[in-house]
């Protein structure tokens, strides 16, 4: 069995490292590696590669920096030409950037199985890049592996029993990959206290909106003075604090770090601050509040069980939820939420028998 994988950022191929590392298991297996280049920075190179334990990709497309339509047409071509090349018998996609979608219509154009890891997640909210291209990838896909329940009944809510797909709950590679990393994980050089706050704020409806980025970062300023706030610092955000010109003076900003270095930081922070999807399950994995600065989350069984909090960008609940969490320690980590770390060996036997 020979799988082509689309990967086209920094976060894919972590979660695709569980995957690779269960295939490996297989001498009957083969996977061919494709990185579209989307998010492609100097990080991505071969030291990247060696240090996360992830197989170096067969092929780099070096498409990036593009408008999400010039992207994806371009992604689509050259992935195209490596599916005829390389005629494998599935596609494998993860997630819901560009070059996830670009990889399911080369699938669904050549007839190439395709399987979608991360199916079925939704955040009611078609104004996302991201919720478009999950839902068109679902779409055509052969096999949905879904990370919960939650994912399981949205595809149900929207009629995919009817489709000709299977639906499979395998649990979430994340959650793999954050127990293999947190052995491997490094601590930051940077001045870091014993109590400190681990942030991230990156979302283009928080960075681009002068309203929400502002309430955001005035509660941290606030809450800096009690407790060190370390917040690795995305060139979006940057952008917009240097155009606004907004008081960080409380705020341990840093540059971008490595994903160990990041790890390290979540295993070691009191709770998490964030508006990424991913650092709101890694938090549940490493047993840690995380209060989330957006209007609506993917993980909605995390708000269920407590263990996360939905803020948006209101200042008074951002202040009211640090208040609350600060002395909260979380209570359902335990819950199996994402399958406990067996999700890429529930994957790989998933695809062996539909093969």
């Not at 200042?315 to 067996?342: H, M, V, W």
């Amino acid at each position: 069995m020979k799988i082509l994988t689309i990967l086209g950022a920094r976060p894919q191929f972590i979660k695709a490292g569980s995957v690779s590392r269960e295939i490996s298991k297989h001498n009957k297996i083969e996977e061919i590696i494709v990185h579209t280049g989307q998010h492609y920075d100097t990080n991505m190179s071969d030291i990247f590669f060696d240090e996360m334990k992830i197989p170096k990709p067969n092929y780099f497309l070096g498409i990036g920096g593009k408008f999400h339509g010039a992207m994806t047409g371009q992604m689509i071509e050259k992935i195209e030409e490596v599916a005829i090349k390389e005629k494998p018998d599935w596609i494998m996609v993860y997630g819901d950037t560009n070059s996830t979608l670009a990889g399911a219509i080369v699938s669904s154009k050549l007839h190439i199985k395709l399987a979608h890891i991360e199916a079925g997640l939704r955040s009611f909210n078609m104004r996302m890049p991201e919720e478009v291209n999950r839902i068109l990838t679902d779409r055509v896909s052969d096999i949905l592996f879904c990370p919960t329940d939650t994912a399981i009944q949205n595809l149900k809510n929207e009629g995919y029993k009817n489709l000709d797909c299977k639906i499979v709950k395998s649990g979430d590679v994340m959650q793999d990959g954050a127990i293999f990393y947190k052995n491997l994980a490094t601590k930051p050089k940077i001045d870091i206290k014993d109590d400190f706050i681990l942030c991230t704020i990156h979302r283009a409806e928080n960075t681009d909106d002068e309203t929400r980025i502002r309430n955001i970062f005035e509660a941290l300023e606030k809450i800096a003075k009690e407790k060190q706030v370390i917040l690795p610092l995305h060139p979006r955000t940057k952008k917009s604090l240097e155009n606004l010109k907004l008081n960080i003076e409380n705020l341990t900003i840093i540059e971008p770090i490595g994903y160990l270095e990041m790890v390290w930081l979540i295993d070691n922070c009191s709770f998490v601050m964030t508006d990424s999807g991913g650092l709101q399950k890694e938090a549940y994995f490493f047993e840690k509040q995380c209060i989330t600065l957006r209007d609506e989350t993917e993980w909605v069984e995390l708000v269920i069980c407590g263990a996360n909090t939905l803020v948006g960008a209101d200042k008074e609940k951002i202040l009211e939820a640090y208040k609350n969490n600060s002395e909260f320690n979380i209570q359902n980590s335990k819950l199996d939420l994402y399958g406990g770390g067996k999700a890429s060996e529930n994957i790989i036997n998933e695809l062996k028998v539909y093969n």
